[in-house]
């Protein structure tokens, strides 16, 4: 049995051990129709309360699950969809003060909301 993990990384794909060429064309057939978690920027587990607003005016307050300098995950049950806009404000790392931040769901399941978080600047 090999064992060895496969990504894809700007439409090539790797391979962290040496398989056999057929099992190799296999993967490469099959990578349209399976789902590759390549992140761009490493997530930590990092608890803070989070307040967000959604673009229709509601307000919330929850909590994070995991945080990373591309966006968070929070735990909610609300009833998001992916593509809503939210602004978020998170605490400094430091203690003291807030950083307001512009952010996407991109993905929404039973334990909460991941937000990916936009750059550049354009109103809600």
Do not use: C
């Amino acid at each position: 049995m090999i064992q060895a993990l496969t990504f894809i990384l700007n439409d090539e794909i790797y391979y962290t051990a040496e398989i056999p060429q057929e099992l190799k064309r296999g993967i490469e057939q099959e990578r349209d129709r399976r789902w590759f978690e390549v992140r761009q920027f490493p997530r930590r587990a990092h608890r803070v309360r989070v307040e967000f607003s959604t673009p229709d005016g509601g307000r919330f307050t929850y909590y994070t699950r995991d945080l990373s300098l591309g966006g968070v995950f929070i735990e909610t049950d609300l009833p998001l969809k992916l593509g809503d806009e939210l602004r978020l404000t998170l605490p400094m790392t430091t203690g003291s003060g807030t950083v307001q931040v512009r952010g996407e769901v991109v993905r929404v399941d039973d334990h909460g909301i991941g937000i990916a978080f936009k750059r550049g600047r354009r109103k809600m």
